[in-house]
């Protein structure tokens, strides 16, 4: 076990307890996978659910499937690990001795449980139980990121920068989408990421200005903009990261709409420092769109945090009042998407720092791939 990690995520559940005091909480119930890693800094599968309870008298419970028990016992800085069956409709019952002492307020994080998952868990507490979601709690935990999440997030950037510059060899007229999808999917682990921080995807012409978000075997194209979103996870921390390229020559239109969208994403970062509401980059961003003309082709936010999770706080898009605070990450990928012509997003990522901001993704951000 590294005990400097221990340390930090003890330092992590101590906030979540002293928040749980604050509100009166007996017990907290976590069962989303990122919130999870967040507060013990174990990996599991994908596929492998786990649940952390944690109580202000007795501290963290971590409840995992059997197959893992031995290993979160020995890589695991949380010393109650119990077990639970897979495949069963009752593995929840693993939970039920820690209610006994979780007084009347239970926080769970309401848009992670399942129906029938709600429902057992009512039936095992009491009726006077309240059920209060933390998600909220947990989001604004995890919006600010410390030096060691910093140093995870700048590696998992610099991964994503280094397959990005090496997919862009290989786009060229007669490719598939999915071919290099895949092919971006393969460096990323050959670059030591432990895999994508989603399903990586690349769409060109048509499929980019619909647009499409996924790969298909479409084949590109001489005359196509084509846009590659992607990004890598480095010790549990996500990277977000987008390129436009021109397949062959394009016209002055394709041209157009990729220069502003760059020109928009260069206002959004320059309006990233502390203090600022996150509406205010995107509205730094979305005007500059806007005054071109292309405001209706603009669909999306123009940005979001990015941590454990590929999308968290905060959310820069219109009407959030969030106050963005030194020590965020956010992406900054403001869009157009015009039918017909093309489509052209640049998406980098950002840390605030107390002076600004610095950017974190490093690739070509030009048309032909060379540094601007």
Not at 161 to 174: D, T, Y
Request: charged share 25%; hydrophobic share 40%.
């Amino acid at each position: 076990m590294n005990t400097s990690n221990s340390t930090e995520h003890a330092r992590r559940l101590d906030a979540l307890l002293e928040r749980m005091r604050e509100h009166e909480l007996g017990l907290v119930l976590l069962f989303d996978r990122d919130n999870i890693r967040y507060f013990t800094g174990f990996r599991l599968n994908r596929v492998v659910a786990s649940i952390l309870a944690i109580s202000p008298e007795e501290g963290p419970t971590y409840i995992v499937a059997k197959l893992d028990l031995n290993r979160a016992k020995r890589d695991g800085w949380i010393e109650r690990v119990i077990p639970f069956p897979e495949d069963t409709p009752n593995y929840l019952d693993a939970l039920r001795p820690l209610f006994g002492n979780s007084g009347k307020r239970i926080g769970v994080e309401k848009d992670s449980l399942t129906l029938s998952q709600a429902e057992y868990l009512r039936g095992l507490s009491s009726e006077k139980s309240e059920f209060v979601d933390v998600r909220a709690i947990t989001s604004e935990l995890r919006a600010i990121k410390s030096d060691e999440e910093i140093a995870c997030l700048r590696r998992a950037a610099e991964i994503a920068s280094n397959v990005m510059e090496l997919v862009q060899g290989a786009i060229r007229p007669g490719v598939r989408e999915i071919e290099l999808s895949s092919w971006t999917e393969y460096l990323i682990g050959q670059e030591g990421a432990e895999g994508a921080s989603f399903e990586p995807f690349f769409m060109s012409g048509e499929n980019a200005w619909l647009p499409q978000r996924i790969s298909s075997q479409k084949v590109l194209a001489e005359g196509e903009l084509a846009l590659l979103d992607m990004g890598a996870i480095y010790d549990g921390y996500c990277s977000d990261i987008t390129r436009t390229f021109a397949i062959g020559d394009i016209s002055p239109e394709q041209e157009q709409i990729f220069r502003v969208a760059r020109e928009a994403q260069q206002a959004g970062i320059e309006a990233i420092r502390p203090g600022v509401r996150a509406c205010d980059v995107d509205a730094a961003a979305r005007t500059v769109i806007e005054d071109a003309g292309f405001g209706e082709y603009f669909p999306h936010l123009t940005g979001h945090g990015i941590g454990i999770s590929s999308h968290e706080m905060p959310i820069a898009d219109r009407g959030v009042e969030t106050i963005l605070q030194s020590s965020m990450v956010l992406t900054v990928e403001p869009g157009i998407y015009l039918p017909g012509i093309g489509a052209a997003r640049v998406e980098d990522m950002v840390v605030v720092t107390p002076l600004g901001c610095e950017v974190l993704t490093s690739a070509p951000r030009g048309l032909t791939g060379k540094k601007e």
